[in-house]
C-alpha cells in the first residue's frame, strides 16, 4: 500500500490504525500506573503525528501502530495502598527514615506520607554517635542528649511516641560518623582497656536516656554497623569470618582491640562486646547491620559470626534465655541491573541459617551504575528523562551506556524496570514474613534521598507516586501474577433483615508441601453493630468445622480438619460457607466481612500462612409497606373508642378494651419503629388481627342460637345448659348459653335473654 493509500484509509473510522487509536483514546489515564500509561501516550502521540504527516511511509505508520498497540496491552492497572503499613501489617513493620523536626507532621506532604504509609522509623543521621556526643580523642567526651534535652533524636523519638510509630536505634558501634574520644579514632593511639571502657560508657548512656525518657518507644537497635569488609561475592569452604573485618585504620574499634590483647583475646572482640553491653543495659531487639548481605559471601560471613557468638553467650550467660544477637539488618542499597531477586533470597536464606531475624533496614534501588553514575548533575524525575539523560556521567563505556545498550531510551521505560524489581523483592520479603521484623525504605521521594540522582525509591520529587509504589502495594497485580491468599466471595449488596452468604476459599497455593492439607486455622471479622454471624458449613466432602470461639465481638476463630488420612483436602478450592444475617438499619452503609490469621497445616505439621482478604459490600434499607398495619390499628382503635364495657346486649365484657388497647399499642411500636422490617410489621398485622377477634368473640349477645332475633329458643338454649361451668368436660357443648362471657351458665344469664325478649 502506497502512501497516499495509506492516508485516505487511516482517516476512514473502521481502520486498524482508527481501531488502535481509538482504544488509547477510551483509556483512563487514572485507571493504570503512571510510567506504563506514559509509555504508550508517547506512542500514541507518535502516531497522531505520522497519521497527519503527508509524507509518513506505511512502514512507520504500520511500526507506530504495532508499538502502540504493545504498549496498550502492557498497561498496568493501578492497585495503590491507601496505608502501606496497613497492607503489610500481617507480614512486617513498614519503615523509613526520620530526617529532621515535622517529619512526621500531617500537615506537610512528607509528613503525611510518611505518617500514612510507615508505622516504624529509623534515625538517618539523629542517632550516630557523631550526632549523639562529641570530643576529641583522649578527652571525657559530651553527650548532647540528658534529662530534658531537646537533640534531634529526642524530637524524633517524641513525635514516634505521639503517633504511636515503632522507632529502630541507628547505630552504637561504628567505624564511620564516630567522634574520636569514643574508639581513638582510625588513626588514634587507644589501648584496648580504653576502647572498651569507652564503649560501655557511650552504649550505656544512650540506650538508657530512651528507655529512661521514652519507655517503649525504641523497640531495636542497629548495635554494630558495618564491621566487614564491602564485598565478598564468594569465600572457600574454610573460610574464617574474622578474616573478612575491617583492619587497620578502617575501624577504629578493630585497632584498638588489637592492642594489649592478652591471651585468647582477638580484635573481633568489639563486637561481642557491644552486643553484651547492649543487652545488658536494655531490653530492646538487638541487631548486626551491614550491606551487600545479598553477595553469598559476604551473608555467610555474618552468618558465621552471629552463630558463633551467640554460641559463645549461651556458655557466658546460660540464664538469659534470649539470643544475644537477635536480627541481623540486611541493607539494600541495590543496583536495579545487578541485584537480582535470586540473589537477595539467597541472602536471607543464608542469614537465616543462623537462627536469628532479618530487618530489611536501607531499602532503596538505584538506577545506575556505577555509585556516582547518576547522568545529570541537577535532578531530574525518571519521568522526565530522555534518552539523553539516562546515559551515566561516570564508569566504563559500557557502564555509561548501560540502558542504551539495552533498548531502553527514556527514564520511564527505566521506572517500570524498577517496580518490577520492587514488586519481585517484596515478593521474596512476604516469603520469608514470619522472619522479618521491618522493610524500612532509606528515605520518601526521589529528590530527597541521599542518592537523589539515582531515583531510587517511591515517589517523585513532588510526592506523586511512581510505579514502584504500585509496584510494592501489591506485587503480584503489578507482575501479573494470581496471587496466593484467602478470598471470601459473596454478594455486592445485602438487605437489612435478611440472610446472606459469604463463600472462604482459597488460591494459588502452589508450594509444593502444601499441596494436601489436613487442618486449616482462620479468623473471621465483622462489624456486629451492622451484622449477626449464624453458622459456618463445609463445602468440602471430607472437611469438618471442628470448633470455633468468638475471641471478641464480631471475631470469630475457627478451626477446620480433614478427618483420616483418605479425607485429606487440596491446598486450593471453595471450603466453608458462612451464614451472616443483616441486621435492620435506617440507612444504607458499607460494611465487610474479613478473614485474617490463616494458616494451613499439612500431615507432617508443617504450617503455611496465607495472606487474607476482606469482602466489601453494602447494606441497604428493606422497603417496607405499613399501610396496611396503620389501617388495621385505626379500624382496631375505632372499635375501643366505640365499645362499652357491662353485662348488656351488645356491650362488651369487663377488661376487653384494656387487652385491644395493650395489642394496639404493641402493634404502634412496631409501625413507629423505624428500623422495623417487613417481617415484623407481618408479624405485628397478624398479632393485632388476631386480638381484634378475640375483642369481637367477648362482646355479650343474647342471639344465641345466632338467627338474627331474640325469642324463646335462644332462652331455650341458656336454660339447656344451666348450671354448667367452664371447668366442665363438656363444656364447648353448652358455653354458647354463657351470655355475658362470665364462664358459668346461671340465672343472670337467663334473666339476660328474657329480659330482652320482652322489650321486643
Known amino acids: 500500500m502506497g502512501t497516499f493509500a ?56 504500520n511500526a507506530a501502530l504495532q508499538t502502540l498497540d504493545t504498549r496498550i496491552a502492557a498497561l498496568k492497572v493501578r492497585s495503590g495502598s491507601e496505608s502501606l503499613w496497613k497492607t503489610y501489617q500481617d507480614y512486617f513493620e513498614i519503615g523509613n527514615i526520620y530526617s529532621g523536626a515535622g517529619n512526621l507532621n500531617p500537615n506537610n506532604p512528607r509528613g503525611l506520607l510518611t505518617s500514612t504509609h510507615f508505622n516504624s522509623i529509623s534515625a538517618e543521621n539523629v542517632m550516630k554517635p557523631e550526632s549523639l556526643s562529641t570530643g576529641n580523642a583522649g578527652t571525657a567526651g559530651t553527650f548532647r542528649i540528658f534529662e530534658g534535652s531537646n537533640h534531634a533524636s529526642d524530637q524524633m523519638v517524641r513525635e514516634a511516641q505521639e503517633k504511636d510509630i515503632t ?75 574474622k578474616d573478612y573485618l575491617r583492619k587497620g585504620n578502617q575501624s577504629g574499634w578493630y585497632k584498638s582491640y588489637s592492642r594489649d590483647m592478652s591471651e585468647n583475646q582477638d580484635p573481633s572482640d568489639f563486637l561481642y562486646d557491644a552486643f553484651v553491653f547492649s543487652r545488658k543495659y536494655t531490653d530492646a531487639k538487638l541487631f548486626y547491620n551491614d550491606f551487600n548481605l545479598y553477595q553469598d559471601g559476604k551473608s555467610k560471613l555474618v552468618a558465621m559470626m552471629t552463630k558463633e557468638l551467640n554460641e559463645r553467650y549461651k556458655k557466658e550467660y546460660p540464664n538469659d534465655p534470649r539470643q544475644l544477637i537477635e536480627g541481623v539488618g540486611m541493607q539494600s542499597h541495590n543496583y536495579i541491573m545487578d541485584t537480582p531477586p535470586s540473589s537477595v533470597e539467597n541472602g536471607i536464606l543464608n542469614l537465616l541459617s ?51 545498550n539495552r533498548g531502553v531510551t527514556n527514564g520511564s521505560e527505566i521506572e517500570v524496570i524498577q517496580a518490577e524489581l520492587f514488586a519481585e523483592y517484596f515478593q521474596i520479603y512476604k516469603k520469608y514474613a514470619a522472619h522479618i521484623d521491618r522493610v524500612t525504605f532509606w528515605g520518601l521521594n526521589d529528590s530527597q534521598s541521599w542518592r537523589r540522582g539515582h531515583n531510587p525509591l517511591l515517589w517523585n520529587s513532588d510526592f506523586s507516586p511512581k510505579d514502584a509504589f504500585f509496584a510494592v502495594s501489591n506485587p503480584e497485580a503489578y507482575l501479573g501474577i ?61 472437611l469438618v468445622v471442628l470448633d470455633s470461639k468468638e475471641v471478641s465481638p464480631g471475631k470469630i476463630r475457627f478451626l477446620v480438619a480433614a478427618l483420616g488420612e483418605d479425607k485429606v483436602i487440596p491446598a486450593n478450592g471453595n471450603f466453608l460457607d458462612l451464614t451472616f444475617v443483616a441486621k435492620p438499619i435506617t440507612a444504607p452503609v458499607e460494611t465487610a466481612v474479613a478473614v485474617d490469621n490463616v494458616i494451613l497445616a499439612n500431615g507432617q505439621g508443617q504450617e503455611l500462612q496465607v495472606p487474607g482478604s476482606t469482602l466489601t459490600f453494602d447494606v441497604m434499607v428493606e422497603p417496607v409497606d405499613k399501610a396496611a398495619l396503620h389501617t388495621l390499628i385505626s379500624s382496631a382503635q375505632s372499635k375501643v373508642d366505640a365499645a362499652v364495657e357491662g353485662t348488656a346486649h351488645g356491650q362488651y365484657i369487663t377488661g376487653s378494651k384494656a387487652l385491644l388497647q395493650a395489642a394496639i ?28 377477634t378475640a375483642f369481637e368473640s367477648s362482646r355479650i ?43 358459668i351458665i346461671d340465672i343472670h344469664d337467663l334473666t339476660t335473654v328474657a329480659r330482652k325478649i320482652l322489650e321486643s
Open 6 to 61: 495509506m492516508q485516505a484509509s487511516a482517516n476512514t473510522e473502521d481502520t486498524a490504525p482508527q481501531t488502535v487509536v481509538k482504544r488509547f483514546e477510551a483509556l483512563d489515564e487514572n485507571a493504570f500506573t503512571p510510567a506504563t500509561y506514559r509509555l504508550a501516550k508517547m506512542e500514541y502521540v507518535k502516531v497522531k503525528a505520522l497519521l497527519d504527516d503527508p509524507n509518513a511511509t506505511s512502514d512507520e505508520i
Open 167 to 241: 522507632v529502630h536505634g541507628h547505630v552504637l558501634v561504628w567505624h564511620g560518623q564516630t567522634p574520636s574520644w569514643v574508639n581513638g579514632g582510625t588513626s588514634g593511639n587507644y589501648t584496648r582497656t580504653q576502647a572498651r571502657e569507652n564503649m560501655e560508657r557511650y552504649i550505656k548512656t544512650v540506650v538508657e536516656h530512651f528507655d529512661t525518657y521514652y519507655p517503649g518507644v525504641v523497640a531495636s537497635w542497629d548495635v554494630v554497623n558495618e564491621a566487614f569488609v564491602d564485598g565478598a561475592p564468594s569465600i572457600p569452604a574454610d573460610a574464617n569470618w
Open 354 to 404: 543462623a537462627g536469628v531475624d532479618i530487618g530489611i533496614s536501607e531499602l532503596d534501588l538505584f538506577a545506575w551504575f556505577p555509585y556516582n553514575g547518576e547522568p545529570t548533575r541537577d535532578y531530574m524525575d525518571l519521568r522526565d528523562r530522555g534518552i539523553e539523560h539516562i546515559i551515566a556521567s561516570n564508569g566504563t563505556e559500557q557502564e555509561r551506556n548501560y540502558w542504551i
Open 482 to 542: 494470581e496471587q496466593k491468599g484467602a478470598y471470601l466471595t459473596g454478594p455486592a449488596s445485602v438487605v437489612s433483615g435478611t440472610s446472606f452468604h459469604v463463600n472462604f476459599n482459597i488460591s494459588a497455593v502452589n508450594d509444593s508441601d502444601f499441596q494436601k492439607i489436613f487442618g486449616q486455622d482462620l479468623t473471621i471479622q465483622f462489624d456486629p453493630n451492622v451484622l449477626t454471624f449464624v453458622e459456618a458449613q463445609s463445602l468440602t466432602e471430607g
Open 665 to 692: 399499642d404493641k402493634a404502634q411500636a412496631v409501625a413507629d419503629q423505624a428500623q422495623a422490617t417487613q417481617q415484623q410489621i407481618d408479624q405485628a398485622a397478624a398479632d393485632l388481627t388476631l386480638a381484634i
Open 701 to 743: 349477645s343474647v342471639d344465641v342460637n345466632g338467627d338474627d332475633k331474640v325469642s324463646v329458643g335462644d332462652l331455650a338454649i341458656v336454660a339447656a345448659g344451666y348450671g354448667k361451668k367452664s371447668t366442665d368436660s363438656d363444656w364447648d357443648k353448652f358455653k354458647a348459653g354463657d351470655v355475658n362471657k362470665d364462664g
